[in-house]
């Protein structure tokens, strides 16, 4: 059940849903890959609604992943190279993991998008392809969805993932066809028939022209040039036929399918139809502009509403991104030079590959991301972060909670809950865990030398108190939640 009542009217902080650090955070988690923990009281003073433009402004005039010198090889510059394919996609992988630790909203769409526009990277073996396509998500990230399926089909990694190359006038090839209704615009078995995929097939043929595996081009001698009937409507129609009439005739499915995909990524994944609905309506009033409905839904009351946070699981790429940028921690040099590599190993290792999703439909998200196999992972990879931090500079997380706390609090208790505003989402934290997280703090310390008694943040046991209680908040089943 969604329990959020709130309205997409504009947020504004009263004492009942304050702006605070865990709102802050909240933003950043949700809409970003989190920020660095020295930095959240830099926004406090903020105003959200202002706070969401600058983002959007940011992501907007963000340029896309510059070339790294191979996103126009073809398969002569591959075989010369003297690398295997394999390494210039992981190659790519990495610099996929740098965007998400540098570049916020931008990339959290484009990681979303690649969730909804999905290839399979190991279904076509093209770097340049996954590289170009990439870039393509990043272009249309907040553009025209009309425009942004209409770019999509023509993408060379989705032509040869969807078998368009394949699609020619002597032997159609319904697959991209199929998936352009059922995954990417409407939803399956939702306003389409066999007879509409089968004739739109036919009207998506000719893209079969490539030369040694370069780009893919338009081929009218392959081109099935008959008539055609799509959702009811005859003629001899082509590619942009095919997107004119699919967004002129189903234009309320495509908007409420998309609003619902949206909402349920970066809201709840359980829906509230009232907010669909009238998202779905502004949706179409504006074209299909993607903008000003991630602005609405992102500055209301709704959004913020506390019901709506901590119903989302951090996906593997969040959990370790997170960690990594919010304690922003001096790593040593050996493992600071192959950070990337571990990141996007261990997100592998939980499930989720990069630019290879586990099949056309895409990671289904939240509770899928939790397994027994998963869970102590989870626990493991987070706590070898932690412990590559503590090696590489122990006093540092003393710095940490000096940030955090100031240097005049002294109490136990109130050290565990200031630590754990930071650490998680408005997260009520059960009198037994919270007994733990002070009985961890304190570790051998006497429970005298606090409030007063002679335990001061300068002590030389703080940096080990400290990354004791983190290790313990990250096993915390609430810790998976953002």
């Known amino acids: 059940m969604n329990c959020n009542n709130g309205t997409l009217n504009v947020y504004v902080p009263d004492q009942n849903n304050p702006w605070n650090i865990s709102k802050v955070l909240f933003v950043f988690r949700r809409l970003g890959f989190s920020l660095k923990f020295k930095e959240v009281k830099n926004y406090l003073n903020s105003n959200p609604n202002d706070l969401i433009d600058e983002l959007f402004d940011q992501a907007l005039n963000m340029p896309v992943s510059p070339d790294p010198g191979w996103a126009n090889f073809n398969n002569a510059d591959f075989s010369s190279s003297g690398k295997n394919r394999g390494a210039f996609f992981r190659d790519h992988q990495k610099i996929v993991f740098e965007d998400f630790l540098n570049n916020g909203l931008r990339e959290r769409l484009t990681l979303f998008w690649s969730n909804h526009f999905v290839t399979e990277y190991y279904m076509y073996n093209h770097p340049a392809y996954t590289f170009r396509y990439y870039n393509n998500l990043q272009k249309n990230a907040l553009g025209n969805f009309k425009e942004f399926v209409r770019n999509i089909g023509l993408d060379d990694a989705m032509l040869m993932y969807l078998n368009g190359y394949e699609n020619k006038n002597n032997a159609p090839n319904e697959n991209y066809a199929r998936e352009l209704y059922e995954l990417f615009t409407l939803g399956e078995g939702n306003g389409y028939t066999q007879d509409d995929i089968t004739e739109t097939a036919r009207a998506l043929t000719g893209y079969n022209s490539r ?34 009439i699919l967004f002129e005739e189903k234009t309320d499915l495509i908007a409420n399918f998309i609003c619902t995909k949206i909402y349920k990524h970066f809201v709840s994944p359980v829906v509230n139809e009232n907010i669909i609905s009238e998202l779905s309506s502004d949706f179409i009033q504006n074209n299909f502009e993607l903008l000003p409905i991630f602005k609405k839904l992102f500055k209301s009351e709704h959004f913020f509403n506390v019901d709506a946070s901590n119903v989302i699981i951090k996906s593997p790429i969040d959990l370790m991104v997170f960690i990594e940028k919010e304690f922003d921690f001096i790593k040593p040099n050996n493992f600071t030079n192959n950070l990337t590599n571990y990141l996007r190993a261990r997100t592998m290792d939980m499930g989720q590959q990069i630019l290879n999703p586990i099949d056309v439909a895409g990671w289904q998200e939240n509770h899928d991301w939790i397994s027994t196999g998963t869970l102590p992972m989870r626990w493991e990879f987070g706590d070898y ?27 136990a208790e109130n050290i565990v809950k200031t630590v754990k505003e930071y650490m998680f989402c408005n997260y009520e934290i059960q009198e037994d865990e919270l007994n733990d997280a002070v009985s961890i703090f304190k570790g051998d310390i006497p429970d005298n030398y606090f409030d007063g008694g002679g335990w001061s943040i300068n002590d030389s046991t703080v940096p080990k108190q400290f990354y004791d209680l983190l290790r313990f908040f990250v096993t915390l089943p609430e810790y998976q939640l953002k």
């Open 211 to 244: 030369t040694n595996g370069g780009p893919i081009s338009f081929n009218p001698n392959r081109f099935d040039d008959g008539e055609k009937t799509i959702f009811g409507k005859t003629g001899n129609w082509n590619y942009d036929d095919v997107i004119e």
């Open 385 to 411: 972060l932690l412990n590559r931090y503590y090696a590489g500079n122990k006093d540092q997380f003393r710095a940490l909670l000096k940030d955090m706390i100031g240097e005049n609090i002294d109490n």
